[in-house]
């Protein structure tokens, strides 16, 4: 009997929330799947059509902007807030005396949510109420930054915020990876007389690969499930200049009844974080199996 | 274990007592829940006590809706929907094919509803010439409010053609003050131009093109005209217009700040809130052109089982469409009665033009759905043309170019 509970119970602790992901991240991931070949409006429906919703989705300038928004928002993110929180670390690795207090004061944005940040920025970033209004009452009249109105550039104001938000968690991350690199590797350059930044360039940002490498994925699935900061921020306007896909789908989800297009439009999203995620699983595997 | 068996128990006992009395019930999905709105539902609600229901009130608040018809969704998915819920225009006809609406025309033959509404707004309570919903109020949409003074000050008189609007407008930009208050969220954005489509297309173009979707009138050179209108009236709006929420650009001219603003009458409630006088203080007039939009709110009534359901779904559609409510709740949230019969002696001055109105063009053939808010067209074709409508005001797409736009959109959102 023991025996049997020593060879089954593992398994038993685990079915539960084996048969829960089964059901309701690949059941749904098929539910999904299986609406956005439908015609479904208000209600689901089962009547397989064929690929009539990706038609639309594809034909629709809106979702185009989605797209395109998402990766104009994605890269810029992504790579600012990387760089600014790798030179932030390095930085705050000079084994400086308030470290502790910094590193605190450049975590605080993650403790806020995004509609906080959205809701900030947006009064900031307002012309008549934030920085151009400051700046021209100071006397420069002709001064002016009205990104957050200018259908071009409004996505910016997005990254603006965004990496506000996630550099110094970025950073916290980076700092940990300087830390847990061999101390003697660097005292031995030392002692050769390597100059600092040499050190960082050839001996410490090599070594720390698999930091870069989480610290993409968890900035990367941010930017694509990016909902509330659009939502505060600029409420997907002007116009719909600032829409990306997760917006789009909850507007055709929710407002506008239209599930079947909001159900490929989730396909097409979930395609996305695929193509990101699967690569770095598959070298992952490989190297375990190596 | 004993506390599910003992709620086992009374739950039977409930329905038992329930089954023998058949006292009304109803549960009511609604998203009133501001200020006066939330008033005007605790009438209805004292008036179905009074005779003897029992009222369940389900308020879900937030996203226009948004939330409350997720909410509905879920309900009705589950085969448990409330008894009456808070719905209007197309989407009632929508929830119709789903199979899951009510037959109230018991109710309505009883109570004549069809010799006191009005004919094109009793044609969006009835699903397949069965009634099967029950309409709150009258939301004129094409309003044109006004600052008096700003006006008196500036030599100005209400417009009443687009031309002189313009006119009006520059004068106003000239002396510095904003000609248009106005938000730069989507929903505002169709207002407007809605109201500027009915001045341009005329009654008869503006159902062809928005009721109709008729790919030739959405195509036309009335509709380059009405998107060279939309591009001036951006001209007449403030730089800092994004986002910005309709009561405070309300209070714009409230303050003097702005001169105009195109709103539905619940921008009459700011006004009446802050102590205005209509006439005096701001004027009401209706925006340039013939013809007159409208905004019905109205609850639909959801197929239940069970007498007491049926019996409390009457009673409610009873009162709904009753003289006392109609007037009380109306007079609260600032827009008219559906029926017209209901005495006005209470009602504001803008109410009344606005009553008179909605008569004339009910004769006339000119009493038309809005469709920025959702009495035209379903959710999927209103949105596509409102994508174009605010992606236009908010760049410098061309007038031809957003009309091939509005085509297309259309076309794709079937």
């Known amino acids: 009997m023991t025996k049997w509970l020593e060879t089954h119970l593992p398994k038993m602790v685990l079915a539960p929330s084996f048969i829960a992901v089964l059901v309701f991240v690949y059941g749904f991931i098929a539910w999904t799947a299986w609406v956005s070949l439908t015609r479904s409006r208000l209600l689901p429906k089962y009547e397989i059509e064929g690929f009539i919703q990706y038609e639309r989705l594809f034909a629709s300038p809106r979702w185009d902007t989605a797209i395109n928004n998402l990766f104009i928002f994605g890269a810029l993110f992504i790579i600012i807030a990387m760089v600014l929180g790798l030179l932030l670390a390095i930085l705050l690795d000079q084994k400086i005396r308030t470290e502790g207090m910094i590193r605190t004061i450049y975590l605080y944005p993650m403790a806020l949510s995004m509609i906080v940040t959205g809701t900030a920025w947006k009064w900031i970033l307002n012309p008549g109420l934030g920085i151009q209004a400051t700046v021209r009452s100071w006397g420069f009249e002709n001064f002016s930054f009205d990104w957050l109105v200018n259908p071009d550039f409004a996505i910016y104001t997005i990254v603006l915020a965004a990496v506000w938000q996630s550099s110094g968690f970025v950073m916290a991350l980076f700092l940990a990876g300087l830390r847990s690199v061999d101390e003697e590797i660097i005292k031995a350059a030392q002692v050769d007389g390597i100059p600092t930044w040499r050190i960082y360039s050839a001996i410490i940002i090599p070594s720390m690969g698999p930091i870069f490498m989480s610290a993409f994925i968890v900035l990367a699935h941010l930017a694509i499930k990016s909902f509330d900061l659009v939502i505060a921020l600029t409420g997907g306007g002007p116009g719909y200049a600032t829409d990306l896909p997760a917006t789009y789908m909850y507007a055709m989800a929710f407002s506008r009844g239209d599930i079947g297009q909001a159900a490929s439009s989730a396909m097409i999203m979930m395609l996305v974080v695929f193509t990101i995620v699967v690569p770095y699983l598959y070298s992952e595997l490989r190297a375990k199996n190596d | ?414």
């Not at chain 2, 029992?54 to 085969?79: E, F, I, K, N, Q």
């Not at chain 2, 409230?254 to 619940?266: K, S």
């Not at chain 2, 959710?379 to 409508?389: H, N």
């Open chain 2, 1 to 414: 274990m004993k506390r599910t068996a003992f709620a086992a128990v009374s739950a039977f006992a409930l329905m038992a007592s329930n089954v023998a009395v058949a006292e009304p019930q109803a549960e009511v999905l609604h998203w009133w829940t501001s200020g006066g709105e939330a008033k005007s539902v605790a009438v209805l609600q004292e008036e179905f006590s009074s005779k003897g229901g029992t009222w369940t009130d389900m308020p879900v608040a937030g996203g226009g809706g948004d939330a409350a018809m997720t909410a509905l969704r879920a309900r009705v998915l589950s085969g448990n929907a409330p008894t009456a819920v808070q719905l209007k225009g197309p989407a009632i006809q929508e929830w119709y094919e789903e199979g899951v609406l009510a037959d109230i025309s018991a109710v309505a033959d009883a109570n004549g509803w069809a010799d006191v509404l009005p004919e094109s707004i009793a044609s969006h309570m009835k699903c397949e010439g069965t009634w099967c919903a029950a309409p709150v109020n009258v939301h004129r949409i094409d309003w044109i409010w006004a600052n008096a003074s700003v006006l008196e000050a500036n030599g100005i008189t209400m417009p009443t053609t687009w031309d002189e609007f313009n006119a009006a407008a520059d004068t106003l930009l000239a002396a510095g003050v904003i000609p248009l208050a106005h938000g730069g969220q989507a929903w505002q954005d169709a207002t407007v131009f809605e109201a500027v489509a009915l001045g341009v297309l005329g009654p008869d173009g503006f159902k062809k093109a928005f009721v109709d979707l008729d790919t030739d009138t959405l195509t036309s050179d009335g509709m380059v005209a009405v998107f060279d209108q939309m591009r001036k009236m951006r001209g007449y709006v403030d730089e800092n217009f994004s986002g910005r929420d309709w009561n405070l650009a309300t209070a714009m001219v409230m303050n003097g700040e702005a001169a105009f603003q195109i709103m539905g009458d619940w921008a009459k409630g700011e006004f009446l809130a802050a102590g205005k006088v209509p006439g005096e203080d701001f004027l009401c007039q209706s925006t340039p052109g013939d013809g007159f939009l409208y905004n019905v709110d109205s609850f639909a009534m959801f197929t239940v089982d069970g007498d007491d359901k049926k019996a409390g779904q009457d009673l409610l559609a009873e009162l709904i469409v009753g003289q006392n409510f109609q007037k009380v709740f109306n007079l609260n949230k600032g827009s008219i009665p559906a029926r017209i019969d209901v005495a006005l002696d209470d009602f504001d001055s803008c109410a009344h033009t606005s009553s008179a109105d909605m008569k004339a063009s009910s004769e006339g053939g000119s009493l038309l759905p809005s469709y920025a808010h959702g009495m035209a067209l379903r959710g999927a074709q209103a949105g596509a043309i409102t994508d174009v409508v605010t992606a236009h005001f908010n760049s410098d797409m061309s007038s031809a170019d957003a009309v091939q736009m509005l085509a297309e959109g259309v076309a794709n959102s079937m």
